[in-house]
């Protein structure tokens, strides 16, 4: 009975392998095939193109593709704020947003500066010696020039607010504050002077 039972199941398996599949205990392997698109992307003013999957976080898109290491990983799911960029001039957390949802133009921590002049907030940043470990300064910095670009004269409440999701782990924020006033008069100074 146990051998007329194990010649079947041979039969089985020599059947099952000529037919090349069952469509139930066979993997499908298409599933396995990672799904490539091309998208139009611009950054930092470059128009650009990448051949990536469509759930692929920009963030990967940025550092790994195109190379912008500028913009940090820290959490992986928008609690940190390590990887703010602008879409738009809004801030969004790259770690969460996929390639195939970004609708408009990127700008990084790398594209802050107009070549050799630095944004008011690189500067007010030197000058009260913002960073620690620098980890979540790009972030810090994104964050606040989407707040400047709505708000030129920020009050100390509307600085809190902004960046209370960036996350310090050196505890800069007293001297982000301070900068972000010190970039706030210089703006508003530009502008004063045309
Ligand atoms: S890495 Fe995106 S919010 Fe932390
Ligand atoms: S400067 Fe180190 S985490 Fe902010």
């Given at each position: 009975m146990v051998s007329l039972l194990i010649v079947s199941t041979a039969v089985l398996v020599q059947?099952?392998?000529?037919?090349?599949?069952c469509e139930h205990c066979q993997p499908d392997k298409s599933a396995w095939v990672e799904v490539m698109n091309k998208y139009k992307l611009t950054v930092n003013g470059n128009a650009l193109e990448v051949d990536v999957a469509p759930d692929m976080p920009l963030l990967w898109v940025l550092r790994d593709k195109l190379k912008l290491t500028g913009t940090k990983f820290g959490c992986g799911i928008a609690q940190c704020g390590a990887c703010t960029v602008h879409i738009d001039g809004v801030a969004v957390r790259s770690c969460v947003l996929p390639v195939s949802?970004?609708?408009?133009?990127?700008?990084?921590?790398?594209?802050?500066?107009?070549?050799?002049?630095?944004?008011?907030?690189?500067?007010?940043?030197?000058?009260?010696?913002v960073p620690q470990c620098g980890y979540c300064q790009a972030g810090q910095i994104m964050?606040?020039?989407?707040?400047?670009?709505?708000?030129?004269?920020?009050?100390?409440?509307?600085?809190?607010?902004?960046l209370e999701g960036n996350y310090c782990r050196c505890g800069t924020y007293v001297r982000i504050r301070k900068a972000v006033h010190t970039a706030a008069s210089f703006y508003n100074a530009d502008k004063r002077n045309g």
């Open positions: 059947e099952l392998q000529k037919k090349g599949a949802a970004v609708s408009g133009p990127v700008t990084t921590i790398e594209g802050l500066a107009q070549g050799d002049d630095l944004h008011p907030l690189q500067s007010a940043w030197i000058e009260h010696d964050s606040a020039a989407a707040l400047l670009s709505n708000n030129s004269q920020p009050s100390d409440d509307d600085i809190d607010q902004a």
